[in-house]
C-alpha cells in the first residue's frame, strides 16, 4: 500500500525520538520514500545521520538549507508529500501548529503542505492533560488532523499514566489503513473477471486429470479487486479456500467449462485476471464407467484445451489483460515470451520451485513484467498483500493513457491500468 508513496515524518525532541528511527525503518522496507524533517531539539536525542541511513534521503534541519537552488526546499516537500506524521509529537510542535507558527524546518513544512497529517503525541501525562495542550489539539482535529493516540505506562520521567509513543508498528499500519482507505472506490463502477483455481478433466467417472493450483492467489486478487470498489466476477475452478464475500461466484470443472465462462463474459469486462491453472490437454475421450485394470500398460489419448489467454488477447478491445505464469526455470525469458504471444499488458510470473512461492502456499514470490520486461520484482510476501500490490495499479496513477512512459508519476512503476481509473 505505501509503496512509491512520499512520506514526511517530523521529528521533534522527545525521548521517543529513538522509535522514530524504527518507524523511518519500517516505513522504508514498506517502499515508502521518506522524508525525515527534524527538530534542533530531536537532532540532540537522536543523531541526523542515523536517519539518513535509514531513509536514504538527506535530513532536512534548516528552513534556510536550500541544496537545489530551482525548489525552495520546504514548499517542494510540502507539495510532493502523499501524507505527513509527526512521532513523536511534543507538546511545544502541537502548540506551534494549532497557532500557525512557522519558526523550523518541521512547522514551516506543516503549515504549508496540504497533504493528510497524523501526529504521534510523546509527552509526561501531566503535560498531555494539561487544558493548553487538550485545548491545541481539539484546534488540530478540527482542522482535520488525525491523532494516533498515545499509550497509558511508566513514562520517561517516572510517572506513570498516559503520554507513551504508539509504538511504530501501530503507526505504519494506521498508515497503511489509510492509502487503503483512499483508493478504496478507485474502481467502482468497474467490471473485473478473475479466474483461479485448477480444471478438472476426467478420465472417468472416478479419475481425473488436475493440478496443485488452490485458488488461494486468484481468490486474494478477487477480494483486492472488491475493496477497491470494483464488481467482481470469480470464475473458480478446483479450489480449497473460504470464497470471498462480496463477489459473483461462477464454479466451473473443466477447462471447456472455464473456456465458455469466460468467453460468455469477456466482452462486458473491463480487467480480466487470468489466475487459474487450465489444463494444457484433456483427455479426448471420457469413459462411461470405471475403466478397469486390463494390463501392465494404460495409453490414453489427449487431445489440446482451447487457450483461454492467448484468444483473450486477440479478441480484446478495450479490455486490460493480466496473465500468470507458473515456472521452474528461466523465469523472464518464459514469462516474457508468454506475455508477447498472448497479447497481455501485464504478465505475473513466480517459480514454483522457490521455497513459499509454490501451490497451496499463503506466500508467494512474483515478478510482473511488461512488453518492456521486469517492471517489479515482489519478495515473499503474503497472496493477500501481493494481490493488494497488482490491483493498486488501478487506483493510484496520474498516467492518461496505456502508452504513456510517466512510470514516474504512478503509484507504483506499472501505471498502464490507469485507463481503468478515468
Do not use: W
Not at 467449462?257 to 471420457?286: G, H, I
Not at 489483460?321 to 508468454?338: C, M, P, Q, S, V
Not at 493498486?392 to 496505456?402: D, K
Amino acid at each position: 500500500m505505501m509503496k512509491g508513496k512520499t512520506i514526511l515524518l517530523g521529528v521533534t525532541g522527545g525521548i521517543a525520538a529513538y522509535k522514530a528511527a524504527a518507524l523511518t525503518s519500517k516505513l522504508s522496507q514498506a517502499g515508502a520514500n521518506v522524508h525525515v524533517l527534524m527538530t534542533e531539539s530531536a537532532a540532540k536525542m537522536v543523531g541526523p545521520a542515523t536517519f539518513q541511513a535509514l531513509s536514504r534521503n538527506a535530513v532536512r534541519l534548516d528552513t534556510f538549507e536550500d541544496s537545489h537552488p530551482g525548489a525552495v526546499s520546504h514548499i517542494d516537500l510540502a507539495d510532493r508529500a502523499d501524507v505527513a506524521v509527526i512521532t513523536p509529537a511534543t507538546a511545544n510542535i502541537l502548540a506551534k501548529m494549532a497557532h500557525g507558527l512557522a519558526d523550523d524546518m518541521l512547522s514551516t513544512v506543516m503549515l504549508a503542505t496540504t497533504a493528510p497529517i497524523y501526529v504521534a503525541p510523546a509527552m509526561n501525562v501531566h503535560m498531555y492533560e494539561n487544558a493548553a495542550t487538550q485545548q491545541n489539539m481539539q484546534t488540530l482535529r478540527d482542522r482535520g488532523v488525525q491523532f494516533i493516540e498515545p499509550g497509558v505506562g511508566l513514562l520517561a520521567c517516572g510517572y506513570v499514566g498516559k503520554g507513551r509513543m504508539a509504538e511504530p508498528e501501530e503507526i505504519v499500519d494506521v498508515l497503511k489503513a489509510h492509502f487503503q482507505e483512499k483508493m478504496s472506490g478507485h474502481l467502482a463502477g468497474k467490471r473485473v473477471l478473475v479466474t483461479a483455481g485448477g480444471t478438472v478433466e476426467r478420465l472417468d467417472p472416478v479419475r481425473y486429470l488436475t493440478n496443485d493450483s488452490s485458488g488461494k492467489m486468484g481468490f486474494a486478487i478477487a477480494a483486492a479487486a472488491r475493496d477497491m470498489g470494483a464488481k467482481v466476477t470469480l470464475i473458480a475452478g478446483k479450489t480449497a479456500v473460504s470464497i470471498p464475500d462480496g463477489v459473483e461466484l461462477v464454479n466451473v470443472v473443466s477447462a471447456l467449462d472455464m473456456y465458455e465462462a469466460v468467453m460468455s463474459r469477456f466482452a462486458e469486462t473491463d480487467l480480466v485476471v487470468k489466475a487459474a491453472a487450465v489444463a494444457d490437454y484433456r483427455p479426448e475421450e471420457t469413459a462411461p464407467g470405471k475403466i478397469k485394470k486390463t494390463g501392465d500398460t494404460l495409453t490414453v489419448k489427449l487431445v489440446k484445451n482451447p487457450d483461454i489467454l492467448q484468444e483473450l488477447g486477440q479478441r480484446r478491445s478495450t479490455q486490460f489483460l493480466i496473465g500468470f505464469a507458473a515456472e521452474t526455470e528461466r523465469l523472464e525469458e518464459n514469462a516474457l515470451d508468454k506475455l508477447r504471444r498472448k497479447n497481455c499488458d501485464l504478465l505475473v510470473a513466480n517459480d514454483v520451485t522457490r521455497e513459499g512461492a509454490g501451490f497451496g502456499t499463503d506466500t508467494n514470490l512474483i515478478s510482473i513484467f511488461d512488453r518492456n520486461g521486469l517492471v517489479e520484482e515482489l519478495p515473499l510476501v503474503s497472496k493477500k498483500e501481493a494481490a493488494e500490490r497488482l490491483i493498486a495499479a488501478c487506483c493510484e496513477t496520474h498516467v492518461g493513457s496505456r502508452s504513456s512512459s510517466r512510470r514516474s508519476d504512478c503509484f507504483c512503476s506499472y501505471g498502464y491500468l490507469s485507463v481503468l481509473c478515468r
